[in-house]
Each structure stands twice: as C-alpha cells, then as structure tokens.
C-alpha cells in the first residue's frame, strides 16, 4: 500500500478587502519577491490570486486560503500566513488547517475499508449489504487550540495526464478554531503555532493503515 498526502492548506474565513492584497502589498512586506510571483497571478478589486514559489494564495471577500502545491515537509507556509495576518487588516471568524492523505490499495480498498470500518453490532448495516457497499468513518476531538474533524471514505481519483482510475481511501483532516472577539490575531497565530503537532498527529493517524 501506498499513502500520499495530497493536499495541505490553511484557510481563514472572515471579511477581507482583496483590492488591498495588490503586488506592491506583497512586495512591501517582503511576502514573496517580485521575481517569485508568477505572470498568472491575479489582482482585481474583488479578487486576488498568488502563484508563487509553490504557492496559491487566494483572496475573497469572505475568505484566504493558501495552499501548498509544491508538498513539502517545512514550516514556510505557516511564515507566509503569519506575515499576512501581522501585516493587513481585516476581521476573521474562522482558522483553519486542512491535510488530505490517501491510501493507494489496489484492489483491496473495499477490503481494508471493511475491515476498519465496519461494525457488525450497527443497526444501520441492515440497510447496508452487498459487494457494493463502502465503508468510511467520520470523527473528531479537541486538539490543541482548534478542534479535529476527520472524514475518512473509499473514493476513485484518475491519474494526472492518463485516464486511469484508482480506488482509494481518502482521509481528511481538518482542524479548526473558532475566532471571537477582538483577540481574534492572537488565536490564529496560536494555531499557526501548533502546525506542526497538527501534521504530526495526522501522520500517526495514518501510520496505522500503512
């Protein structure tokens, strides 16, 4: 079996003004270097869109995400979050910290699937029977500052530049902190603080399956 982290990204909901989040602001604060940020990049009024040494930053009027493309095992991108969030202006509601793995199995998905997730003892498996039903699980805890919620399922991805499909287990984590009053800097940055712990936890999560 093979597991892969797919996708890592942290987000902020809130009310943010995109056409304050131009080039120069970037550049002013020393986010990223001219020379870094790419032709494709996007500065409307309404809407920003950084790409940027394996970055995509995207601003709205409700919400940032800042994604990785360019999956790697550091802390630069909690950097870049936490100059923006020290350099601009705005009002947040929401921190969060989103990792997907998946697990390559083959032609054993349904079977490991099974075998984690199902409970015979449930009521609910009555309804459930057959060689096609999938297995998944969803759970959740308070961890550090922000709260754990993972959704764990059997899906079907196709291969980049090929029209092969692959079944996998794809296990979702999200970590999340609610953001009240004023304070609401402190408690992101607090998250941000704790990235590292959040992937930690994540990967011994998944080491189970491995």
């Given at each position: 079996?093979?597991?892969?982290?797919?996708?890592?990204?942290?987000?902020?909901?809130?009310?943010?003004?995109?056409?304050?989040?131009?080039?120069?602001?970037?550049?002013?604060?020393?986010?990223?270097?001219?020379?870094?940020?790419?032709?494709?990049?996007?500065?409307?009024?309404?809407?920003?869109?950084?790409?940027?040494?394996?970055?995509?930053?995207?601003?709205?009027?409700?919400?940032?995400?800042?994604?990785?493309t360019e999956l790697r095992n550091d802390e630069t991108m909690v950097s870049l979050m936490d100059k923006i969030v020290s350099t601009?202006?705005?009002?947040?509601?929401?921190?969060?910290?989103?990792?997907?793995?998946?697990?390559?199995?083959?032609?054993?998905?349904?079977?490991?699937?099974?075998?984690?997730?199902?409970?015979?003892?449930?009521?609910?498996?009555?309804?459930?029977?057959?060689?096609?039903?999938?297995?998944?699980?969803?759970?959740?805890?308070?961890?550090?500052?922000?709260?754990?919620?993972?959704?764990?399922?059997?899906?079907?991805?196709?291969?980049?530049?090929?029209?092969?499909?692959?079944?996998?287990?794809?296990?979702?984590?999200?970590?999340?902190?609610?953001?009240?009053?004023?304070?609401?800097?402190?408690?992101?940055?607090?998250?941000?603080?704790?990235?590292?712990?959040?992937?930690?936890?994540?990967?011994?999560?998944?080491?189970?399956?491995?």
């Amino acid at each position: 079996m093979e597991i892969s982290l797919t996708v890592k990204n942290i987000v902020l909901v809130g009310a943010f003004q995109p056409s304050k989040f131009d080039k120069y602001y970037f550049l002013k604060y020393n986010i990223f270097d001219e020379n870094e940020i790419s032709e494709e990049s996007i500065f409307t009024t309404d809407f920003t869109l950084v790409v940027a040494r394996g970055y995509n930053l995207s601003i709205a009027t409700n919400q940032i995400v800042l994604t990785e493309t360019e999956l790697r095992n550091d802390e630069t991108m909690v950097s870049l979050m936490d100059k923006i969030v020290s350099t601009s202006n705005f009002t947040a509601s929401g921190f969060g910290f989103n990792l997907h793995w998946f697990l390559f199995s083959g032609e054993k998905t349904s079977e490991i699937a099974r075998k984690h997730f199902y409970n015979e003892k449930s009521e609910i498996n009555n309804f459930f029977k057959g060689d096609d039903i999938s297995y998944g699980a969803y759970l959740s805890k308070n961890f550090g500052n922000s709260r754990l919620k993972l959704d764990i399922k059997p899906s079907t991805v196709i291969k980049i530049n090929s029209d092969i499909e692959q079944r996998i287990i794809s296990f979702a984590f999200n970590f999340h902190t609610d953001l009240k009053g004023e304070n609401f800097k402190v408690e992101i940055k607090k998250s941000l603080s704790e990235v590292g712990e959040y992937i930690n936890e994540t990967r011994k999560i998944i080491s189970i399956y491995e």
